[in-house]
């Protein structure tokens, strides 16, 4: 689902890997893991838009914030990776 949510302000970037690649069509669930509770996101990679992916822990749900041509666009949430990522495809494309 849409949501008028915005990554924390003192989040930091998850220098590793990305956590979700349209590219590579995967999730990883290391990063997942490791970002859980934290105040972390990762990166969410596909050729036409980038998204920055987070657990809010008020809500419990994943969170990501989709960015293309440096500008924002919206944020969705969604309680697993999978959905995250499957409405993010249904809104934006999968590249």
Known sequence: MQAELRLPADFS????DCI?????????????E???GKT???Q??????????WWDEPTEYWCTEIWKDYEYQCTH???TLP???AEVIEVHGKY
């Open 77 to 79: 949430m969604a309680p």
């Open 83 to 85: 959905e995250l990522r």
């Open 20 to 32: 979700i690649s349209n590219v590579r069509d995967r999730i990883d669930y290391s990063i997942a």
């Open 44 to 53: 969410h990679v596909a050729w036409d838009y980038l998204g920055k992916v």
């Open 34 to 36: 490791f970002i859980k």
């Open 13 to 16: 970037l998850y220098t590793g």
């Open 40 to 42: 972390l996101f990762a």
